[in-house]
């Protein structure tokens, strides 16, 4: 039998007296088919039909029972009736910094969190009507209690999901129907136990993998006959932990440190306190408020609007304004499908003198790393959110919705001198420990060591100085006691510093072009920087050739070239290292089947970013596709980008006026968001 669930996720359900039916007929039909040689046709035809009729009967006798039963009695979780399922299928994640055991069902009718974890996780719950829950062999539940919105954070990726809560053991969360609803596209991987999904909102696949067991099903038999209430899937011995948990692991020490501090990774409760850097503007001479037109609406958005502009002033970081200034709002959907509420401070941007603070520079940075063998890093919690507005400025904030005009109290994000201001804080705050064994770059605090025992000490220290100034961290972007880190770009470790793999990584994937146009961006690339290639127009003659009619074909030649012009881009002198006193310059391209970008500095290439187009990218216009990869190449850069002026490059001549023009659609929208806050412009590549 078939739920009626969408196409793309049909869920086949086969009940135990099904299941016996079906053994008992192909056991009958065996027989049947051996004989059928010494029997005549119409013998064999007359055996089927009676066969179904008493089939028919045998189901339909059966099955009585469960058609009298009301199917709004329970809720159900189906992964508990066998072990052995396909939907049994486990990941860690973690709920408010705590790590968490998740039994990912898409039998289940909803999502369901265990008493315990609960507990541990601390999780707010609120009173529900009594319900009802089935699980495997018939055991009946009793659930007295809710939850609404609760973070889980899998992978580094947020999602929040309601949840009925029920006593079980065994596994932490169980995340059904519901939440697969808003997944999309889903892509089982039996082989390799994993499933790929599309987030919404997103242009990259998310891959999840399962937890494998170590061991034979015998626990889970044990724990059937102490007949207790446990998920029986999950009564298999330990688990070989996966790579990423691997790496994950924090020493007991440290996280002794860290249940010291558990406040600091909850959400603030109030406004951050009045500081010497609280964010002011100064405007350039002349300018008059700003004041643009808010943007249109639909329905469903008009009512998020309000729901999250009725959040902002329960908690107090916004107030109702009669300000002459007013910046439109931007409602850009994350990654877990709920709304991110901007704020498009692009005019206010243009009308502000720009604050130089002197931004860290990375190079140096990590040259204070010598001698470190263990690094934790911390990220605040909407860090921007923590620093207050000047009370003068204020006003210069506000914004206008549908139904109502409101200014920030805290700082809020999009506004250009935000990192400077930003910066200036964590020196301020940490200058007593910097470069001795903190560094601080933006909201990316890394906390370095020779030994475990001083990185006890120093870990200690470092969350004191947060308490004390009332800065929040968020657990799921943080990282503990760790031989071996990612922090700006570059992998720190015992051995030193090494730049991180990924950075050649789009040259080394660079595929084969597959028609002219594919061939000619790539001799468009390479002949950019062919004055650093020694002999580039020998080694690309093959290539050039192939632009001729008629002549697309690919000979080992071709390849061959193809391959040396990769690795010429990605040695030296071609690729440099940068020059933090010197311009940045992104270079963006896209195709039908994808985006890339050039991260380089007078002409000397840095870094390369690629990204194939899928699914729902893939239908973009020319327009959207270059402004994908500009927001993927600013995101892929933030450090070298941040708080500096760069200019962007593209062949689209229309995202000239990008920065100046009124976005239209949800995409653009979401896109935009993410540029707002840096400092750079456009310029047209001919």
Known sequence: KYHKCPAYFRVQVIS????????????????????SSSSSEEEVTQKRRVRKTEKKKEVTKEETPIKEKKPTEAESLHSMQDPNKPNSF????????????????????????????????????????????????????KCLNEGKNMEVVIKKKPFKIDFLVIPLDGVDLIRGMPWFFTLGIISWDVRNFSMTFMPDGENEPMTLQGITSATRPKAALRAIEADQPACWVMAL???????????????????????????????????????????????????????VRPYRYGYNQKAEIERLVKEMLESGIVQPSSSPFSSPVLLVKKKDNTWRFCVDYRALNEATVKDRHPIPVIDELLDELTGATIFSKINLRAGYHQIRMCKDDVPKTAFRTHDGHYEFLVMPFGLTNAPATFQRCMNDVFRQYLRDFILVFFDDILIYSQTEELHVQHLATALQVLRDNQLYAKRSKCSFGQPSIGYLEHIVCQQGVRADPEKLDAMQRWPLPKDLKGLRGFLGLTGYYQRFIQGYGLIAQPLTQMLKKGAFQWSDKARAAFEKLKNALMTVPVLTLPDFNKQFTIETDACDVGVGAVLSQEGHPIAYMSKALTGRAKPLSTYEKELLAIVLAVEKWRPYLIGRRFVVKTDQNSLKYMLKQRVSTPTQQRWLAKLLGYDFEIEYRR
């Open 90 to 141: 486990r990941v860690f994640g973690r709920v408010n910094g705590k790590k968490i055991l998740i039994l990912l069902d898409n039998g289940a009718t909803r999502n369901f969190l265990i008493e315990e974890a609960a507990r541990k996780c601390k999780v707010p719950l609120e009173s529900s009507q009594p319900q009802t829950i089935v699980v495997g062999g018939g055991l009946r539940l």
């Open 16 to 35: 135990d007296v099904e299941s016996s039916s079906c053994t008992d007929s192909d056991s009958s039909s065996s027989t049947s088919y051996e004989s």
């Open 237 to 291: 011995a330990t688990d070989v932990p996966s790579k990423e948990e691997q790496e994950e692991i924090v020493p007991p020490r440290i996280h002794s440190v860290l249940d010291r501090f558990e406040d600091l990774f909850e959400e603030p409760k109030g406004l951050p306190p009045p500081r010497s850097y609280d964010h002011r503007f100064i405007m350039t001479q002349g300018a008059e408020p700003v004041n």
